[in-house]
Each structure stands twice: as structure tokens, then as C-alpha cells.
């Protein structure tokens, strides 16, 4: 299936979106699906005895063709290539939307390192990729950009040399355009600290061998600024990426993932969802297209 029109391919996208997932996981439907199904031709496409996984399916396989990709297909290149394909999650552990300074990098993934990607599909603009990079680089020992083919020459000529470009093939597969590199040593303390929950910036102290400031929680964080901007990044890095690894860890979600369409991967990982939401989504998963269809 090729979408021919930008409502159709605009609704495709929606199919993947945190909306769709957080309404099949509450109630094991979703009104938005249905209604977005029939601004696209994949009802007429699907035999009749087609389910929910098949609808994932062809609607991905649909994004991912160039031309039509927008952010979630890079996002499941990343999660399905690196994530779960050189790692899992039990040994890594993958964040969406983390902030940077003022930046939120797209996906980190933290294993020995952290590594930051920033995604520029097909749909994006590159005026901020500039501040984003310096963001980042402040923040996660490597960076990379993915992007498409046709853009990677633009990426070189914007980003920093120790930047990693890497492109989404016309067969989905992450290419290397120039490696990242790994440097720690170019990190700030005082911009890692700011990524960190209260708790877990008390954890990187712990896991230091230095005190927890003893003040009110009121004088709490600033208190932290202070240590932290006296610490070398390096250190800070090392212990920060481990209690994160910790912390934020979703090797829960191996099994459960392992049972659903791939397509779904990234959009699961990103949500936060019980194990009632998890039953009620993989439920959904397999009911045939007309009951689906009858949801709106």
C-alpha cells in the first residue's frame, strides 16, 4: 500500500500515537483507531478475517516506505535495530523525550555509555538542529543524528565532527555515515544534574562515596548545584548513566513486547503502562478488523 495523500498519511502516523495506545490499554479499544482507519484504504486491503497486528503491520509498512517516514518509523528503527536488535532490555535501558539543557533528546539509549539520538525525518526542519546538538553534547558522552538518505550530506555540514550521522535505508536499515564518538570528558556536571529527579542525583552522590547534603528539601536542588558543579563530568557521567540504567529501567517489557507486532515496540516502550493497560493492549491486539472497526 502506498498512501497517496497527506490526510491518509497523517492518519497512518496517529495509528502509532501515544493516544491510540493509551486508549487501547485503558479500555482495551479505541475510538480514535477506528475513526483514523477510515481516513486510509487499509480496511479495503486487509482480508476479512485480518486482525488489529495486521493493521500495525500494513500501516508501518506504510510509513516506513521514503518519502512517507515521519518521526515514529525512525524511532523504531533505533528501538528495533539497537535496542532490541545489538542489545535488550535487560541490559540496556532506552528513554524517550529526555531534556537536554533546552532540548529534549528524541531517544537515549544507556548501557556502558549513553548515546543520544536525534531524529530528522523526512518532515523536519534543521533550524534548531544546531542548539540541539550543543544540548546534548553537554549532557550524553555520544550523539548521533538520523536522518534520510538525501539529508545526511546537510547533517555533516551542520554538526560537529565528533557527531555521528547515520541513515534510515531504503531497505530500513541504519547505515553509519560517520561514527560518533564517545567523550564523557566533554560533558558538564552541572547539565547532567539537570536531567536528574532529586532522588536519583542523591543516588550519583551515594554511588560517589560523598555525603547527601543535609538541608531542607527547599534548599535541596541548589544545594546539589553546588556539589555537582565542584565534580568532574566524567565521574558524574559514569555514575549518572548506571543509576538511570537502574532507575528508569524497563526490562519488564521483554516478554510483553516479544508477543506483539514489532511496529508497536517503540510506541509500548515509550508508555507507561500498567499490567492491566498491558493485558487490555495485547487483547486488542488480536480482534478481528470489523470489531475494530465498530469501536468508533
Request: glycine share 4%; proline share 6%.
Amino acid at each position: 500500500m502506498i498512501a497517496s495523500t497527506k490526510r491518509e498519511l497523517a492518519a497512518l502516523s496517529r495509528v502509532f500515537s501515544p493516544s491510540v495506545i493509551r486508549e487501547l490499554g485503558a479500555a482495551g479499544k479505541s475510538p480514535l483507531l477506528a475513526r483514523l482507519l477510515t481516513e486510509t484504504r487499509i480496511p479495503e486491503q486487509l482480508p476479512a478475517d485480518a486482525s488489529l497486528a495486521d493493521v500495525f503491520e500494513l500501516a508501518f509498512s506504510t510509513l516506513r516506505q521514503l518519502g512517507n517516514r515521519d518521526d515514529y518509523v525512525y524511532r523504531s528503527a533505533v528501538t528495533q535495530k539497537v535496542v532490541l536488535g545489538k542489545h535488550n532490555l535487560r541490559t540496556a535501558t532506552i528513554l524517550h523525550e529526555l531534556r537536554a539543557g533546552a532540548s529534549k533528546a528524541d531517544l537515549v539509549v544507556l548501557n556502558g555509555t549513553s548515546t543520544a539520538y536525534e531524529i530528522k525525518s523526512e518532515r523536519d526542519s534543521f533550524q534548531r538542529l544546531p542548539s540541539q546538538l550543543a544540548d546534548y553534547r553537554m549532557v550524553f558522552a555520544s550523539v548521533n543524528v538520523v536522518t534520510s538518505p538525501a539529508q545526511a550530506n546537510e547533517v555533516l555540514r551542520l554538526a560537529p565532527d565528533d557527531v555521528g550521522v547515520l541513515v534510515l535505508s531504503s531497505r530500513f536499515r541504519l547505515q553509519v555515515v560517520r561514527p560518533a564518538m564517545n567523550l564523557p570528558e566533554r560533558t558538564s556536571s552541572l547539565a547532567i544534574l539537570a536531567t536528574l529527579r532529586v532522588d536519583e542525583a542523591m543516588r550519583v552522590l551515594q554511588e560517589l562515596g560523598l555525603p547527601i547534603p543535609d538541608v531542607p528539601n527547599t534548599r535541596r536542588w541548589s544545594e546539589l548545584r553546588t556539589v555537582f558543579a565542584e565534580l568532574p563530568s566524567v565521574d558524574v557521567h559514569a555514575k549518572a548513566v548506571a543509576v538511570l540504567k537502574s532507575s528508569r529501567s524497563r526490562s519488564g517489557l521483554e516478554p510483553f513486547i516479544r508477543q506483539l507486532p514489532t511496529p508497536l515496540s517503540a510506541a509500548i516502550i515509550a508508555a507507561d503502562m500498567s499490567s492491566g493497560a498491558q493485558q487490555n493492549l495485547q487483547r486488542a491486539t488480536w480482534q478481528p478488523l470489523s470489531s475494530v472497526l465498530a469501536w468508533s
